[in-house]
């Protein structure tokens, strides 16, 4: 972890736990009759020559399983014990570009995430990264950045076709000449296509929780073959993901 994107100070070593900002999160009752229970969660940590501080990062994701493995095996390798990070999609189908821009829209009104039984409160200093697969949201994608881009909490992370291609990063490189059959391939079927490929070119096909071990890779490969449309839209083979990756 980049222990540079936090913020340390020597001079806040005497603060004790109960002087550090918290963060809140509310929990339902499963009877549905409203909030029970108030926890917070720390927005720091003690040690003993001075006080991390750090924030939560919330994960709207229009996949579910690969994407999910992966932040979570990230966390865990990475132990990330200073960073708080909830994930959001929709059970069985994920979430579209719209519903996602939506659900952001909404949690910037009221400055709250619902996730499953609790309510987390955003703060200011909290990241929302929106991942989404090109696929065939185009339109959708090209709709949402013609709005106002301006916005620095949340950030958008678009892969294309879809998240396995970082994952394919992690592994392998040269797309052009290793994935060059996409090209040629319908929109509508280009994930169900690379997601079939990834079986075939890497030995228990791209299991996001061994991709990790190459992360570095998957990395510097996105960096090298990264490109935008005039839309700032991700071209074929181009993915976004080592941005939210190097931010963690």
């Known amino acids: 972890m980049d222990l540079s994107k936090l913020t340390y100070s020597k001079e806040d070593s005497a603060r004790t736990p109960a002087d550090v900002p918290l963060h809140k999160a509310t929990t339902e009752n499963k009877d549905g009759s409203g909030m029970s229970e108030t926890t917070q969660v720390p ?17 709207l994701s229009g996949g579910e399983k690969r994407e999910r493995d992966f932040l979570l095996e990230l966390i865990r390798q990475r132990e990330l014990h200073s960073l708080k990070v909830a994930f959001m999609s929709e059970k069985g189908q994920g979430l579209q570009p719209y519903q996602m821009q939506d659900k952001w829209a909404q949690i910037q009104l009221t400055g709250e995430i619902k996730i499953e039984s609790q309510l987390f409160h955003l703060e200011a200093m909290d990241k929302v990264f929106l991942l989404s697969d090109v696929d065939e949201f185009y339109d959708q994608l090209e709709k949402i950045f013609k709005g106002n881009q301006t916005d620095v909490q949340g950030r958008w992370v678009v892969s294309n076709p879809c998240f396995e291609i970082w994952l394919y990063y992690c592994y ?69 993901m080592h941005e939210m990756v190097q931010y963690l």
């Open 43 to 59: 927005l720091a940590y003690r040690k003993t020559d001075g006080v991390l501080s750090t924030s939560l990062v919330f994960v």
């Open 172 to 240: 392998l490189d040269s797309p052009e000449k290793v994935l060059g059959c996409l090209k040629t391939e319908p929109i509508t079927t280009r994930s169900k296509k690379m997601k079939a490929l990834g079986n075939t070119l890497v030995s228990g096909g791209l299991n996001p929780c061994l991709a990790f071990e190459n992360m570095l890779n998957g990395i510097e490969h996105c960096i090298a073959y990264y490109a935008e449309d005039d839309n700032r839209i991700t071209v074929l083979y181009a993915t976004q």
